[in-house]
Nanobody
Framework: QVQLVESGGGLVQAGGSLSLSCVAS????????VGWFRQSPGKEREFVAA????????RYAESVKGRFTISRENAKITVYLQMNSLHPEDTAIYYC????????????????????WGQGTQVTVSS
């Protein structure tokens, strides 16, 4: 089982940028699909972006396409989420989630398909 720790959240003005990191321990992250999800008060957890074991296989929510970029550095056991042109509606707690998969190309957008997640990092975008 892998343990995940997110960092990089904070307060930023609309139009600004933040870079989130998800560091894994306990198991080689190159075995894992990794996704970023977010949840704001009173709302369901929603998919943001995910990267397959093969780093060129990615998916994004429509709301973040062109603004967010997910990437992974297996040697550093870290997955990143670069967030640019932030909007107030991006305000949420961001969670890193993972799942051990044999397929190197599969990406899931449903949080229920993931088996591990971190404690989350708060992102607040002011208008």
């Amino acid at each position: 089982q892998v343990q995940l720790v997110e960092s990089g959240g904070g307060l930023v003005q609309a139009g600004g940028s933040l870079s989130l990191s998800c560091v894994a321990s306990g198991s080689p992250i190159n075995r894992y699909l990794v996704g970023w999800f977010r949840q704001s008060p009173g709302k369901e957890r929603e998919f943001v972006a995910a990267v397959a074991r093969i780093s060129t296989s990615t998916r994004y929510a429509e709301s973040v396409k062109g603004r967010f970029t997910i990437s992974r550095e297996n040697a550093k056991i870290t997955v990143y989420l670069q967030m640019n042109s932030l909007h107030p509606e991006d305000t949420a707690i961001y969670y890193c989630e993972s799942r051990d998969l044999n397929s190197p190309f599969t990406v899931y957008v449903d949080s229920g398909q993931y088996s591990d997640w971190g404690q989350g990092t708060q992102v607040t975008v002011s208008s």
